[in-house]
């Protein structure tokens, strides 16, 4: 499979805590994004870091893309009970020379945000 | 903010009915896609569309159909629906940055989660 698979599969914190969740990928990308949704929705972007980038910030989000590890972080930092949701990567990769890429989602991080 | 629009939240079809999705979006953007979202399968790309009329085969195709004859609107047909077909599908819109189909963030709608019996 060329999907991204994010890890933990789930996570439970505090309020306050920091959330770090974790992708790794198997093939070159020309970019990666992540996603949240919320229970029973679509899905919300929230940051596209490309190739030869190494860290992005939005807010209390921060990414990192390690390419040789062929790996990405999402650290959400002081969590609220509203970050309770799903989290998504999502890897666009080449396909081949000449056949365009894809984007494939991994299965997801379910984060649990306690107040 | 993009706003991508599906025209049912919850559908109940029988198996071997005719179904219609629709999506709509209200920023002009050119690439459209519609993914099924299954309990540990994640999202799948079943069809996309970069340009009215134009369309490409996702990861898993079979069974569906689309239709872009606006750029607003990409709808997504069974023409015969089956109750592996039961699923949240998800609609989703973005503005091609670069050439590149995926250089630029997918705005999705809410999802249609879609029952067969």
């Known amino acids: 499979s060329q999907q991204g698979e994010e890890d933990p599969q789930a996570l439970s914190i505090q309020e306050g805590e920091n959330a770090t969740m974790n992708c790794s990928y198997k093939t070159s990308i020309n970019n990666l994004q992540w996603y949240r949704q919320n229970s029973g929705r679509g899905l919300v972007h929230l940051i596209l870091i490309r190739s030869n980038e190494r860290e992005k910030h939005s807010g209390r989000l921060r990414v990192t893309l390690d390419t040789s590890k062929k790996s990405s972080s999402l650290l959400i930092t002081a969590s609220r009970a509203a970050d309770t949701a799903s989290y998504f990567c999502?890897?666009?990769?080449?396909?081949?020379?000449?056949?365009?890429?894809?984007?494939?989602f991994g299965e997801g991080t379910q984060l649990t945000v306690n107040p | 903010d993009v706003k991508v629009t599906q025209s049912s939240r919850y559908l109940v079809k029988r198996t071997g009915e005719k179904v219609f999705l629709e999506c709509v979006q209200d920023?002009?953007?050119?690439?459209m896609f519609w993914y099924r979202q299954d309990p540990g399968l994640g999202l799948r790309l079943i069809y996309f569309?970069?340009?009215?009329?134009?369309?490409e085969k996702g990861d898993i195709p079979e069974g569906y159909s689309v239709s872009r004859e606006k750029k607003e609107r990409f709808s997504l047909i069974l023409e015969s629906a089956s109750t592996n077909q039961t699923s949240m599908y998800l609609c989703?819109?973005?503005?091609?940055?670069?050439?590149?189909?995926?250089?630029?963030?997918?705005?999705f709608g809410n999802g249609t989660r879609l029952t067969v019996t």
């Open positions: 989703a819109s973005s503005l091609p940055a670069g050439g590149a189909t995926y250089n630029s963030p997918l705005h």
């Open positions: 569309s970069y340009d009215v009329k134009m369309k």
């Open positions: 999502a890897t666009d990769y080449v396909l081949g020379e000449t056949s365009g890429s894809r984007l494939t």
């Open positions: 920023m002009d953007h050119e690439n």
